[in-house]
């Protein structure tokens, strides 16, 4: 079984449309994450939370706007795609047991293409 | 914000070759943790290191956290195909929300068999 799970892998959508990705994780762990990586690979934090609690929340557009039913799901709602949106989402979720080392497990992916 | 500047950027060698790359910020790391990323796949965690000082191996890769805990790096040793992929050095800043992890840009390995 997947530990860190993301769907859709593949999603390409028309600029202004809304969309969303989610994530579930079966690791039982407390802390979930969003990163953006673009098309340069780099890896930037994009949201944290931790028992349904929003506790990252780094410079994003109002656009995209998290959710977190249970500490198992953590899913990304984007309104109004624009061009720059498209890159690789990644989900990842941190053990309770990590608190002072920030250990992540990443799901694989989820490629955004906005046309 | 804080930076992690890893280098080298990228990496062609050949297959047999030992491979040497580092990360260096100027602040303070609690842990240093370096990952690699397949193509197509999330990072996946190879490394972790918690103390100043600490050299730790797996396999046929090793590591180090930097004595001032600003640096680190990573070695591998007899590269073989499956090693191609981008490494990336990550890790919370000391006094900050140890769940944030800061990246390096990453460094993009290709071997050559």
């Known amino acids: 079984d997947t530990a860190v799970s993301q769907t859709p892998k593949y999603l390409v959508t028309q600029m202004g449309n809304d969309k969303s990705i989610k994530c579930e994780q079966n690791?039982?762990?407390?802390?979930m994450y969003w990163y953006k990586q673009d098309s340069k690979k780099f890896l930037k934090i994009m949201f944290s939370?931790?028992?349904?609690?929003?506790?990252i929340n780094e410079t994003v557009p109002n656009r995209f706007s998290p959710k977190s039913p249970d500490k198992a799901h953590l899913n990304l709602h984007i309104n109004s795609l624009e061009l720059g949106d498209s890159a690789v989402y990644f989900c990842?979720?941190?053990?309770?047991?990590?608190?002072?080392?920030?250990?992540?497990?990443f799901g694989e992916g989820s490629r955004l293409t906005v046309l | 914000g804080q930076q992690l500047n890893q280098s080298p950027q990228s990496m062609f060698i050949q297959e047999g070759e030992d491979v040497s790359m580092n990360c260096t910020s100027s602040?303070?790391?609690?842990?240093w943790l370096w990952y690699k990323q397949d193509p197509g796949e999330g990072p996946v965690l190879l490394i972790a290191?918690?103390?100043?000082?600490e050299l730790t191996s797996n396999g046929r890769l090793t590591a180090q956290f930097g004595i001032t805990r600003k640096d680190s790096f990573l070695n591998i040793s007899a590269s073989i195909p499956s090693d191609v992929g981008i490494y990336f050095c990550a890790g919370p800043l000391a006094n900050t929300n140890a769940g944030k992890s800061t990246f390096g840009d990453g460094t993009t390995l290709t071997v050559k068999p």
């Open positions: 290191l918690y103390k100043a000082g």
């Open positions: 602040s303070i790391f609690n842990t």
């Open positions: 939370y931790n028992n349904k609690e929003l506790i």
């Open positions: 690791l039982g762990h407390d802390t």
């Open positions: 990842a979720s941190r053990a309770s047991g990590t608190v002072n080392t920030g250990e992540l497990f």
